[in-house]
């Protein structure tokens, strides 16, 4: 089955600062893989979908890369922020259809210290 | 007005006892889901319908049953609770397309004493 591990439990970093978080899978690459951010006590938030024959995508200050061979999405935050303080949880959508089934990464909580 | 709207969004109860979350969306969508989130944070999908049919049914016990009275509506009946059930329930809606969004409800947060 597919195994997904995102970097580090916990990301602390300087305000300004660029966020790096990293998504790795096993197995057979996704055709769409998203990303998602969780504040405490509320459910996750769609940010960005990356497409499988897509190499970057960018909106705003986030930016998503997704490299196959290396069955790896980097999600970017640049000039971050302290409101960019959250989880964010990277998810893999094989494209199967009939109900499009997500599989989540662990999640890395991100902190953006002044 | 919220999208996918789920109650209650705490649940305490004691083992044994049958309890039921409500799940209600009003983005139109034709597909709903059940997730569990572990103490851990991981979320797992556990139930998948698609206008009122099941199409995802991952390996959860049979305690656990899901009723879609219509495509705007999930509801999840647990029976004979257990501590291991003890996490934070989130119900969702997608239009049911490969690659579509998932909308989340803000959870249930389930305590089994």
């Known amino acids: 089955s597919q195994k997904i591990e995102q970097n580090s439990e916990a990301l602390n970093i300087q305000e300004g600062k660029t966020a790096t978080l990293t998504c790795n899978y096993t197995?057979?690459?996704?055709?769409?893989l998203q990303w998602y951010r969780q504040d405490p006590g509320r459910g996750p938030v769609f940010l960005l979908l990356?497409?499988?024959?897509?190499k970057e995508k960018r909106k705003e200050r986030l930016k998503v890369t997704f490299d196959t061979t290396l069955k790896q999405s980097l999600f970017h935050i640049t000039a971050s922020q302290p409101a960019d303080s959250a989880t964010y949880l990277c998810?893999?959508?094989?494209?199967?259809?009939?109900?499009?089934?997500?599989?989540f990464g662990t999640g890395t909580q991100l902190k953006v210290e002044l | 007005d919220t999208a996918v709207s789920q109650t209650p969004k705490y649940l305490v109860t004691q083992m044994g006892n049958d309890k039921s979350i409500k799940c209600e969306q009003n983005l139109g969508h034709d597909t709903m889901y059940w997730y569990k989130q572990d103490s851990k944070k991981f979320l797992k999908i556990m139930f998948s319908?698609?206008?009122?049919?099941?199409?995802i049914n991952e390996t959860v016990p049979n305690r656990f049953s899901p009723k879609s009275p219509d495509k705007a509506h999930l509801n999840l009946h647990i029976n004979s609770l257990e501590l291991g059930d003890s996490a934070v329930y989130f119900c969702?809606?997608?239009?049911?397309?490969?690659?579509?969004?998932?909308?989340f409800g803000a959870g249930t947060r389930l305590s089994v004493l």
């Open positions: 197995n057979y690459s996704p055709a769409y």
């Open positions: 319908y698609n206008n009122k049919e099941l199409i």
């Open positions: 990356i497409r499988e024959n897509e």
């Open positions: 969702a809606s997608s239009l049911g397309l490969a690659g579509d969004i998932q909308y």
């Open positions: 998810a893999l959508d094989m494209g199967t259809g009939g109900g499009n089934k997500l599989t």
